[in-house]
């Protein structure tokens, strides 16, 4: 009996060594992950800088405080505004994260650890500010589980708030965000999902200020989201799209007494490599719809640039990081015009697209430009030589004719208002449309006749090119320089 009952203190004497020995190996490789993780955020964000205040680690549990560093441009106004702070990091070590049992989110699951964020109330002006709205609950909160291998899953909460007469605020209804993401044991790829259903903003009537909600304006989003799928590639640059959405946006403005609503609204930007040297980078602007009081529509812009060195867009990240810590060196203006001058031998390439379909009409231009390596020293001395840079250009735009004279009819009209002053009779009104529409015929008849602009088959066209040094509108050349 007392050989069994050695023999099961010597197992449970072995199963705890063996568990404490297993907690202190987590919180290396929970460190090693804590610091990982820190360098890939630097790599991604050249203008975010990562400093680590404190780290402190136990047995089965560390904790680390890390500032956020998020850098502007210089100016006093700006550095008031600085949105800087602090997050707190309480790492709960594997494989079973039995420290973390005061938090009750926590979860009690085999894992190489499981690490708890929370924003430092303290750390900065606006922390301070949520810290006050939320009141005994805390605006933000992360749990990362930490796998063996180092690869991460991170949930972001932050709970619903319902304010009211806060500031400039009326009321503030925030439905509450949920966010999702999954990363790599090296963490050098991230994707996941953010999601905030609701947002409701009421500016207080008797404010009169350049705030769009002043007076008691409103504004509504709804459905916002935000996805990312990233990996770090050549040159160190992270590659794959991101993008956000909104499906819903409502802003009414009392002051001009107009109502904007727009319907799926999404942004999305790729960043790829193009070959060995050169990557290529898009980002897409859409509308389903998007109304005012007068107008409606959809429409879409995508801006593609290719041809872009991947080690010289490195370098420029470097240089936007070192600008902004460092705004008076006297330095930054040669090393920026010397890397432009690297980029420039690539011959990178611009091309935009716009879209639009209206009311009164639909819309279409599309803009290419393509450059070259050109003489960058003396560009101070004249700075109309930075044409040269512009190896070749091409431009043509097909707008429908009712929705060219019905804007620059509107842009005449609103002219003829504003000189005819308060003053003005609204029985007057018919008589100002009709001299806008005259007006606005007139122009575009000139236009016309000096070769700028054409009427085919319902539409006003034009065409522009750049080659040579030389400018071609609808074949007719434009002189640049006397």
Do not use: C
């Not at 190896?391 to 004279?405: D, F, P, Q, Y």
């Not at 606005?440 to 040579?468: H, K, N, P, V, W």
């Amino acid at each position: 009996m007392k050989k069994w009952l050695g023999g099961i203190v010597v197992i449970v004497a072995l199963a705890a060594v063996g568990f404490s020995g297993a907690a202190y190996w987590s919180g290396t490789q929970a460190e090693r992950w804590y610091r990982d993780t820190l360098q890939a955020g630097a790599s991604s964000s050249p203008n975010v800088r990562f400093a680590t205040l404190r780290y402190e680690r136990g047995w089965f549990s560390s904790q680390a405080v890390t500032r956020i560093q998020l850098d502007r441009p210089g100016g006093s106004e700006l550095r008031e505004a600085d949105p800087s702070f602090s997050i707190r990091q309480d790492i709960y070590h594997g494989p079973l994260p039995l420290a973390g049992r005061s938090a009750p989110d926590v979860p009690m699951q085999w894992t190489g650890a499981v690490v708890r964020t929370t924003l430092e109330p303290d750390s900065s002006v606006w922390t301070r500010e949520l810290a006050q709205w939320y009141g005994a609950r805390e605006p933000l909160v992360a749990l990362s589980r930490v796998g063996f291998d180092g690869a991460s899953d991170t949930q972001i909460i932050m709970p619903p708030l319902d304010l009211n007469n806060v500031g400039d605020l009326k009321s503030l209804n925030f439905a509450g965000l949920h966010g999702q993401f999954q990363a790599t044991p090296q963490a050098d790829a991230v994707r996941g999902t953010m999601r905030v259903p609701r947002l409701e903003l009421l500016g207080q009537p008797e404010t009169a200020t350049d705030d769009p909600l002043a007076g008691g304006g409103q504004l509504t989003l709804e459905e916002l989201s935000l996805n990312v799928n990233q990996r770090l590639g050549d040159f160190d640059l992270w590659f794959g799209e991101s993008s956000f959405s909104v499906a819903a946006l409502r802003v009414q403005d009392p002051a001009s007494d107009t109502t904007l609503v727009a319907t799926h609204l999404t942004l999305t930007g790729t960043f790829e490599p193009q070959d060995a040297q050169q990557v290529a980078g898009e980002v897409v602007i859409q509308a389903e719809n998007i109304a005012t009081d007068e107008q409606s529509g959809a429409g879409s812009l995508r801006l593609t640039l290719r041809n872009l060195d991947g080690p010289t867009i490195v370098r420029l990240q470097q240089w936007q990081q070192q600008s902004a810590s460092q705004p008076d060196d006297p330095q930054a203006m040669d090393e920026l015009l010397a890397l432009l001058k690297t980029l420039l031998r690539g011959q990178p390439e611009l091309v935009l697209d716009t879209q639009a379909s209206l009311t009164q009409g639909e819309w279409m231009a599309r803009l290419t430009l393509n450059f070259q390596d050109f003489a960058v020293d003396r560009l101070l001395q004249d700075p109309t030589g930075a044409l040269n840079a512009l190896e070749k250009g091409w431009a043509e735009a097909a707008i429908s004719r009712n929705l060219v004279e019905t804007l620059l009819a509107d842009h005449v009209a609103e002219e003829l208002h504003a000189l005819a002053g308060e003053s003005a009779d609204p029985a007057d009104e018919q008589m100002i449309r009709s001299m806008a529409e005259q007006q606005a015929t007139e122009q575009l008849q000139g236009l016309i006749a000096m070769g700028f602009i054409r009427l085919e088959d319902g539409q006003y066209r034009s065409a522009a090119r750049f080659e040579s040094g030389r400018l071609f509108v609808n074949d007719q050349e434009i002189p640049l320089l006397p």
